[in-house]
């Protein structure tokens, strides 16, 4: 008897593995938003906050490609957003850079 309940106990448990399976969701076809930003395509609604896996290094260079000069005190942020001091055009900004790649002035 203790066998047929080990026995109906792994059908179960083999059956409803197969009911807790779901389809992967498909691909957005039209991109609008991608997981991270280009240096010409930036987010509307940057900087966005969260977890920034860009280092010290990448965030200077990406802040570089997008124009600026002199990019000093650059800092992560406690929302993960990467600060910093640049010029552009001659001029001083304040820039930063989220964790999508979004690099922004103030």
Same mark, same amino acid.
């Given at each position: 008897?203790?066998?047929?309940?080990?026995?109906?106990?792994?059908?179960?448990? #083999?059956? #409803? /593995?197969?009911?807790?399976?779901?389809?992967?969701?498909?691909?957005?076809?039209?991109?609008?938003?991608?997981?991270?930003?280009?240096? !010409?395509?930036?987010?509307?609604?940057?900087?966005? !906050?969260?977890?920034? #896996?860009?280092?010290?290094?990448?965030?200077?260079?990406?802040?570089? !490609?997008?124009?600026y000069g002199d990019v000093t005190d650059l800092k992560l942020d406690d929302?993960?957003?990467?600060?910093?001091?640049?010029?552009?055009?001659?001029?001083?900004?304040?820039? /930063?850079?989220?964790?999508?790649?979004?690099?922004?002035?103030?």
């Amino acid at each position: 008897m203790k066998k047929f309940f080990i026995a109906a106990a792994v059908v179960a448990l #083999s059956a #409803s /593995s197969v009911f807790a399976q779901t389809a992967t969701p498909t691909a957005n076809p039209e991109g609008e938003t991608p997981a991270v930003a280009t240096p !010409e395509d930036t987010n509307a609604t940057a900087p966005v !906050e969260g977890a920034n #896996s860009f280092t010290e290094d990448q965030a200077m260079s990406r802040i570089g !490609e997008a124009g600026y000069g002199d990019v000093t005190d650059l800092k992560l942020d406690d929302k993960g957003v990467w600060q910093a001091k640049a010029t552009k055009d001659g001029k001083p900004v304040a820039v /930063s850079m989220d964790y999508q790649g979004n690099v922004v002035a103030k």
